[in-house]
């Protein structure tokens, strides 16, 4: 493998006219087809379609459409003018196309009105008892012949007991908060809810559905309402359009900002403009080809596969840094291009295939996942690796032999790098470095049993977005979330059986009930009105005689209400409001089948919505038939159930891909072990540093582990496959490759480290995640593993002269670290 390596580099050497017209075709194929790239942020699409969440979803997208909304928010009026508002653009949002209708008012008069009818008929008749006893005390109080000898209390008329009883119910949570409008008069802020046709997962639909609505608003005078008065716009559509932006300006940011700081590393690292036109030449024309791929088999980039281009840049650099610096050493030494080509790509170069092949493979276990956010980013990288590695066996050795033909030479102090100071800092106090690296290793391994896993959702989606901070101002006005969880039935009877079942299933589970209420329109018409208008008429009749000059005025309102609710007639579907039927009604108009389930726990709540879903898939009709259950709390469910179960079998599986493939690429169990050493240490270490540095895994920067197995590793395989050559010298080998480890680290880090610049908390939690360990395992790599290989070098070499000398055999004196470690260890 390393001869043809080195074969291959030195014909495209020799010949690199023919190798950079085919790397230019490939580019300009690539970046053709990659043009028509587009990002897709929508949590639902990275669910496979087989999952029982996303199946009933599209069966719910399919039958009632939108489940969102398009809030509309006027602020910074008093309530008249708030009002005036709702009224005079419901109208005008409701003739928008694409809008099926607008809810601007709470149905609450028609609902308090008709309060009893949801009391049971034994709770009416305790009403009754309760103003029977009342006005005979009155009667008792008003006979001058009485005299109350024990200073009997009135029968109190307090019925808060029975509308606390009652207060969950769909009526009265859908009309409750005060105000028939959606209307905070202390922050002045009045809501109206346009419902669209079309899910806002289709993208292009909600930019044009917003579009219309904005369009409409900035066509009203809005003076008219009061000085000051302004609009805005929030809910899911306006969330997923601010979301997409956000992410594409990250990735545009992030991408820019790694490309800068690269470019100015390279200088550093090179002194030379040409050597860095030389590194990213060939990392350009692989990037080129592994998105115009990704084009063929995707047509888009996910949440993480956009900022690929920053990573497998950074990592594939490191490739670069590793190779150009050998040829450079080479060509110091007296060895002529071709031949500095040749001796680069043949144990250079074979290193990186080792480690590019390794870091593919790990990043291919990643790829398993059914999570296609992790899917996808393991494909893609995996082939990115590959790809990165044959672009510098093409390009590379062509551009150093047109640069050789023209009388380029390197420079002195380019091509022969200083001895490291750090090299005979090892050899001479390689115990106490190893002794003071275990005491810390130790101290952080003992902090791992701290580590948490964040199961908060919001590291999903920024909620510092304006649309996010006004869209949870929304909610509070409202009084309900606005994203229900819907259970799809067939038929009435099914509705009502299902609510039933979730009304048993929240009382089962008492205060630790995920429901907050069940609405349909089965539960909006309560059962039985024909014999409960017979005690309303009672009641009416009694209250009529309660004497109000006895009461004060709170009872007077009171009772007064209770009038009005006992007058009134028995109702059914078809009377309810059209504000209140339209809400369940389907896209072909049918009104029947659709069980909103509103959540009484936080959406972000990662172990909540888990309880929820639970909850909910726990129930079903008396039948046994299940019914689809449908939302984004499902999805969010499903997503951190998948994680939590397929994280440790991820981990597990890169980890033995990457010791099976050390293994059958480096020749040797003992060798493998050794370069995976310093990673498996890194690795735990960066789990002891987290609880000290305040970080927590999560749904996104979990991928960290399996990537950083797949890119550290290649350190160890560079250092010692140097040091395994025959007389090498540990200082020399350690002044050379430490340099270009150090380099390769810092690129990758570079690449992970755009993410710092995200605005998005989880891609910037996977950039510090990232980081961290980079910067981790540089500190291990450079300082520990090889103190330790020195150790251990020279505890193997007095092991041979005490056998030599058993054997009376001369022995052959020399420090440690003038013999290759591998060999000695």
Partial sequence: MERTLGAVAAHNHRRPGLALLLALVLAVLGGLFARNLSLNANLVDLLPRSFESVRDLHTLEERFGALGWVA???????AASLQRFADELTPKLEALPGIRFVESQRPSAFFRDRALYFLSEEDLKEVHRRLEARIAWEKRQANPLFVDLVGEEPPSLDFSDLEAKYGGSAGQRLSSHGSDYYLDPEQRRVVLLAKPDTTSADLGYSRRIVGEVRQLLDAQDLSKYGPGFRVDITGTFQKKIDQQGQIANDIAVSSAVALGLMLLYLLFHFRSALAVGLVLTPVGAGLAWTYGLVALLYGQ?????????????????????????????LR???????????????????????????????????????????????VIAGVGMVVLVAAYVLVLPALLGLASRWGWRPRLAAATPSQSRMGRVLVRRRGLLTAVWAVLLVALFTQVPRLRFDYDFRSLEDQGLPSFVLDREVNRIIGYSQTPVVVLTDTPEQEREMVRALQEAQRAHGKESTIDFVASLSALVPPDQQAKRAVLQDISKLVETVPEERLSPEQREQLARLRSAARAEPFTQEDLPFSVRQQFQSRTGDSSGFVMVYPSVSLSDGQAIRALAKELRGVHLPSGERSPVAGEALVLADILNMVTHEGPLILGGATLAVLLAMWLTLGGLRMALLCLTPTVVSLVALLGLMPLMGLEFNYLNILVIPVLIGTTVDAGVHLLTRLASPRSDFVAVYSETGRAICGGLLTSAVGFGALFLADHPGLNSIGALANLGFATNLLIMLVAFPALLLVLSERRLRKHRARSVARKEPTVEGP??????????
């Fill in 72 to 78: 509309v928010v006027g602020e910074g009026a008093d």
């Fill in 301 to 329: 980039v996910n949440l993480l596969t956009g900022f690929l281009g920053a990573i497998l840049g950074g990592l594939g650099i490191e490739h670069g840094i590793h190779l150009l610096g050998r040829y450079l050493h």
């Fill in 332 to 378: 110091g030494e007296g060895e002529s291009s071709e031949q500095a080509t040749r001796e680069s790509f043949t144990h250079t170069g074979g290193a990186a295939l080792v480690s590019a092949l390794v870091a593919a493979l790990t990043f291919f276990v990643l790829g398993t996942s059914r999570f296609l956010a992790f899917r996808e980013f393991g």
């Fill in 816 to 825: 440690p670290g003038s013999k290759p470690a591998p060999h000695a260890s």
